[in-house]
């Protein structure tokens, strides 16, 4: 650990560092859907505030007791070309989730099951039908992996 900053200080950095970066990516989502949809799509819900939240208390639990040399690796082993080094069981994941992103993404361009024009109620079935069943899957995954874990002690 450096002696610079203290460990409140970094997680509270770290902290909004997290909930931007979500913020801000839920906030590329209403701009997408918006600009797709040509409405005024208003986020409503506990959700929109609760996953920057969290992703900025995970952020700050897991950056901020790591020391400056942990966190460069960190960010060299998230580039692509090391994607290779990844574990097998993480590299199925991803593969598994870009096909079904592609799968479904192929269907509606080949079978136009919404016809000429997409509305927005279609949109919001068809963003269900490409985010649900990855995270379910993905869930699904941890929960098996933390089920079969050898246990501690």
Known sequence: ME?????GYRRTGFFVVGFLLAA???GLLVVLINSISRGAYTPVGLGWITLPILAGTATARFLAEKSAEDLTLLLTQLALPHMLTVSRGRRIA???VTSWLLAV???VLVADPFGSYISNREWGALLKWITVPPLVAVAAWFLYRWANRKELG
């Open 24 to 26: 801000t990516a839920e």
């Open 3 to 7: 002696a610079g900053l203290g460990i």
């Open 105 to 107: 993404a192929g269907y």
């Open 94 to 96: 991803v593969a598994g």
